[in-house]
C-alpha cells in the first residue's frame, strides 16, 4: 500500500500528523529533527497499513525567477539537501517504511518547451545537469533509496538531443538513473493519465513505452485493465521479454519481504490512535514550524515592544478564492490579540475594503501583513494583485517601523516590498505543499516574545537574501 507523504501523513487522513514542508527542515538545518519527523510518519503509516511513501522530493531549486517547486524542495544548497534525504529516508527506514525520491530528472529549474508549451525541460549544459539535479537525485541513491519516480520532464543536453521525457526516455530512464547513478532499486513512472500525456503517446501506448524505457512500476494509467492488456500484448508479441517483467516483479516482491509482508500484512484496527497523529508526534510537527521561522529584514521592529500590541491591524493577502487559511489566521490572532482587526483582500474583494483598511491602519501601532501569496509555477514567484501590492507599498510608507510581514510560503515576496520593517517566512503553502496552520501558532509565540526566528534560508531569492540568509535578536 502507497501513499504520498509529501506533507506527512496528515496530508492524506484527517487527524494524522502533518508536517511543514522540506524547506522547513533545511531552515531548521537540523539532520536530528528531520530524521524524527520522517520515523513519526513511518510510525503512522504502518499503524494505518501503508508500506511506502512517494516522497521524498529531490528536486533542487537553483533560480530565484524560477521557483518551480516553492517550498516542497529542500532548497538549493547540495550539501544540505543531501544531509536532510539521507537523515528523511533512514527514519522511515528504521521504522518499516520503504521511500521514492522524485521527480527525476528534476522540476526545480524546469522551463516550458517553447513548441510544445504542455510540456517541460530543463534547458542546460549536460555539465551543469550533472553537477547540479542528477547530484541531487546521486545522493537519494547513496541513501538507500527504495524507488525513483521519474517525471515528463526532457533533457535534451544529455540525450542526443531527444526531446522525450524521462518517462519514457531508455537514455534517462535507463541510461541515466541505471547505469549513471547506480541506482538498483524500483523506478515508477509519474501519473500517466494527465491529458498531455496520453493525447501525444496514447493512454496505453506510454505505459507499454515506459516499461521498454526501464521503469518497473506504472502509476495510474488512465484505464488501468486497458493498459494491463496492452503490457500482456507487448508480452506475447515479444515486445518486452518476460523476463523483464519477472525481474521487475521479483524486485517489488524482494522489498515486501523486507517488510515482512510475506507473513503478515495486516494492522491492528483498534489501536491505530494509540500511533496516528499523537501529541507526541504534534510537538515535532510544531518544533519544524518554530525552528524554521526565518527573519530576512528587521529595521529594529523586532521584538516588538509589549506596547505596541494593543492596537494591531492585521491585512491578510489572499491569491486564491476559496483559501481558508486567512480566515482560520484572523481567530487565531483575535483569540491571542482581542481587539486586533482584520481585513482580507481576496481576488472579487470590494473595492470600499481598502478604505476601511486603510482607516484601520492609520491608527494602529502595529500593522501585520499576511501574506498567502504562493508562486505562480513557472511563472511570476511573487505574483501580487497590483492593486493589493500598491496599497501594501502605501501603508508601509506611511508606517516605516511599524509593518511586519509573515509570507506563509512564499519567501520570494520580499522581493517586490523590500522596504518594510519586518519579513518572516514560514515554509507551508497548505493542501500538498506542507502543514500552513502550524506557522499560525509559530508566529503568534514570536509577537508575544516567547520565540525568536532562528532559521535560515535554504534557497536564492535574490542577491540581498541568498542562500543562508536568516536574522535574529
Known sequence: MAADFEGGPGQQVTG?????????????????????????????????????????VVDIAWRPENPAEGVRSFGGDLDLLGRMVRAYV????????????????????????????????INKPAESFETQESAAFKHAVDAGVDF????????????????????VEKKLASGW??????????????????????????????????????HDIILKPKDPAATIAALAAAVKSG???????????????????????????????????????????AVIVQEAADRSLTLLKNNGILPVAPGRLAKIVNINIQKSEGDPSPSALAAKLAAAFPGIQSFTFRPDLDPSVY?????????????ILSLFVPRNRLGDAAPFREADLAFIQKVIAAKPKGVVAMAYGNPHLVRKIPEVSAFL???????????????????VKMLKGEIKPSGKLPVKVSEKCPIGSGLSY
Open 239 to 281: 515486445r518486452i521479454s518476460e523476463g523483464r517483467i519477472d525481474d521487475a516483479v521479483r524486485k517489488l516482491l524482494t522489498l515486501k519481504a523486507r517488510l515482512g509482508l510475506h507473513k503478515n500484512r495486516f494492522v491492528d484496527e483498534s489501536r491505530v490512535g494509540e500511533f496516528v497523529g499523537t501529541p507526541a508526534h
Open 148 to 167: 525513483i519516480m521519474s517525471e515528463h520532464i526532457a533533457v535534451p543536453s544529455v540525450t542526443g538531443g531527444s526531446k522525450l521525457p524521462a518517462s
Open 355 to 367: 478604505d476601511r483598511a486603510w482607516k484601520a491602519v492609520s491608527g494602529a501601532d502595529l500593522v
Open 90 to 121: 533512514r527514519g522511515f527506514h528504521d521504522n518499516g517504511m520503504l521511500t521514492t525520491a522524485k521527480h527525476f530528472p528534476g522540476r526545480g529549474d524546469v522551463e516550458r518547451m517553447p513548441e510544445t508549451p504542455d510540456w517541460s525541460w
Open 425 to 443: 517566512v514560514g515554509y507551508g503553502e497548505r493542501g500538498w505543499f506542507g502543514n500552513q496552520a502550524v506557522y499560525f501558532e509559530t508566529f
Open 177 to 214: 538513473i541505471r547505469d549513471k547513478l547506480g541506482f538498483k532499486g524500483l523506478l515508477t513512472t509519474d501519473d500517466l493519465w494527465y491529458d498531455n500525456v496520453v493525447k501525444r503517446f496514447g493512454a496505453e501506448e506510454v505505459a507499454v513505452k515506459a516499461f521498454e524505457a526501464g
Open 16 to 56: 494524522a500528523s502533518e508536517f511543514p514542508a522540506n524547506m522547513a527542515f533545511s531552515a531548521a538545518g537540523s539532520e536530528d529533527l528531520v530524521y524524527r519527523a520522517a520515523s513519526a510518519a513511518a510510525v503512522e503509516g504502518r499503524a494505518m497499513g501503508i508500506h511506502m511513501t512517494y516522497t521524498p
